[in-house]
């Protein structure tokens, strides 16, 4: 991408030079040698590039060269002070102004970016911060609320439209020559003024905003127990009542009542004093232990519980079985019989 390269008239609280900076290419445009035909009053030679570069720097230098460039319909007062009437052409008329704003030009390049900047005349500037300091700064701090350094934030949103405002530079294609007219005046084409419109709307509308909140880093205390006094350290811990050293089953008697805790030394044993028939030592309990079991860890399905009924046993069936039972028609009770005929 070219550089951007403007000259010096071009900065912010530059006075305007005496001559414009024009760049023309190795080829002149046809409508551009149409343009300065139709506003030379005098006809000039325009044969060859030096003369179109002449002719044209001559016509932007003059001091009648001065391009509208958008018109802004601003009010008068600040909206507390409008005059309300029932007509809104009347009501229009005193409470709203149009604002011409005008500009010159200070570049031409026909070269690199085939552009041409312009830059506000002093009374357009002058118009405008007029407007935004007596006008749009009232009309911003009735509309926000009350904080200490809102008169200072005020202030400082009026010094950075001066500052913007006077480095304001409209850049636009080399083809918006074609509405140049005598002396060097013209007006923008092609939509162009809306443009303009919008980029100093957008430096005049800038809102006045009240400083973000302060972040307040909250430090919430502990919450105390209620057996806590006030004021005592939460992190210390009171020491845990010492337990009792735990006593061997076998060590431990069978409870007597001819013996007591009492009578006996802490440091003599108990069956010192005590005869040999007196000192009846059980054996030590054995632990309880659940025994091992992994049916836990098997998945079994649940055991029958309905009742087996009962069978007959072998000797309910004596009383039935005898000689005489028969299988199959065939009498066992017969058999002398049959042993005779074989």
């Known amino acids: 991408m070219p550089p951007q390269l403007l000259p010096a008239s071009a900065a912010a609280f530059a006075p305007r030079a005496s001559s414009v900076n024009v760049v023309l290419g190795s080829k002149v445009e046809p409508w551009l040698t149409q343009t300065l035909k139709r506003i030379n009053r005098v006809k000039r030679p325009l044969n060859s590039i030096p003369q179109h570069q002449r002719c044209l720097t001559e016509t932007l230098s003059s001091p009648n060269a001065i391009w509208t460039l958008t018109s802004l319909m601003l009010s008068k007062a600040p909206e507390s002070e409008l005059r309300q ?3 809104p052409l009347i009501e229009a008329i005193f409470n709203y102004q149009l604002l011409h704003i005008e500009a010159y030009i200070v570049h031409v390049d026909m070269v ?3 552009e041409v900047a312009y830059k506000l005349t002093p009374d357009s500037i002058e118009a405008l911060i007029e407007y935004h300091k007596d006008i749009y700064c009232v009309n911003a701090k009735a509309d926000t609320y009350d904080w200490p350094e809102k008169e200072q934030h005020a202030k400082k949103l009026h010094e950075d439209f001066i500052q913007a405002i006077n480095k304001f530079v409209f850049r636009t ?6 509405g140049l007219e005598e002396e ?3 007006e923008l084409l092609c939509g162009k003024s809306e443009e303009v419109k919008n980029n100093i709307m957008g430096l005049l509308n800038k809102p ?3 400083p973000p909140p302060k972040i307040v880093d909250v430090v919430r205390q502990p919450t105390l127990l209620p057996s806590s006094p006030v004021g005592a350290n939460i992190w210390s811990q009171s020491p845990s009542p010492a ?3 735990p006593v061997e089953p076998w060590r431990v008697l069978p409870s007597s009542p001819s013996v007591t805790s ?7 044993p108990i069956w010192a004093n005590m005869a040999l028939h007196e000192i009846q030592v059980s054996s030590p309990p054995m632990p309880y ?6 049916a836990g860890m098997f998945y079994s399905s649940p055991m029958v519980t309905s009742p087996i009924p009962a069978l007959p046993l072998p000797s309910m069936l004596a009383s039935q079985c005898g000689i005489g039972m028969g299988y199959g028609g065939f009498g066992w009770d017969r058999y002398s019989e049959y042993a005779t005929t074989i």
């Open 112 to 114: 690199l970016r085939n």
């Open 184 to 186: 060097g005046a013209g």
């Open 289 to 294: 232990s659940q025994p091992y079991s992994t």
């Open 243 to 245: 337990l009792p050293a």
């Open 262 to 268: 009492s009578s006996v030394d802490s440091n003599t």
């Open 85 to 87: 009437d029932p007509n």
């Open 173 to 178: 294609h080399v083809s918006a020559l074609e």
């Open 208 to 210: 006045l905003l009240p």
